[in-house]
């Protein structure tokens, strides 16, 4: 993964903690957690990386193409592909297409297609 620079989040919240502020955490932190952390984790870092802006993109797309195809983490593509869609920018468009097309899980195929479908006019080759 290529070494990002530190960002930090200081005004995240939480729904599952009753919307209390989550402490300030930078993008590297993040992205471990993202990466190692179980469902509910992911699930939270998912919420919180959109807040990074574009300085997410490229670190995602690295841990995307850094996944092994050959481990049973269904649901890490999938939160990837969740997230990328959120920030409807040019750079995650190809990522999204090439996971789409070479997964052989059919939610995550979804989630990228669904992903594709929110960068609206982006994704469309000119």
Do not use: C
């Amino acid at each position: 993964m290529t070494k990002s620079p530190a960002f930090s989040v200081t005004s995240a919240t939480s729904e599952g903690n009753g919307g209390a502020f989550l402490p300030a955490i930078d993008l590297p932190t993040a992205l471990e957690q993202f990466k190692l952390g179980d469902f509910d984790t992911r699930w939270e870092m998912a919420k919180l990386l959109p807040q990074f802006g574009s300085a997410a993109i490229a670190p995602l797309i690295d841990l995307l193409h850094d996944l092994d195809s050959e481990e049973d983490d269904w649901d890490l593509p999938w939160f990837i592909a969740q997230v990328l869609g959120t920030f409807q920018h040019p750079e995650a468009i190809a990522p999204l297409v090439d996971l789409m097309q070479t997964t052989d899980r059919p939610d995550v195929a979804e989630m990228a297609a669904t992903a594709l479908a929110r960068s609206g006019v982006s994704a469309i080759a000119p």
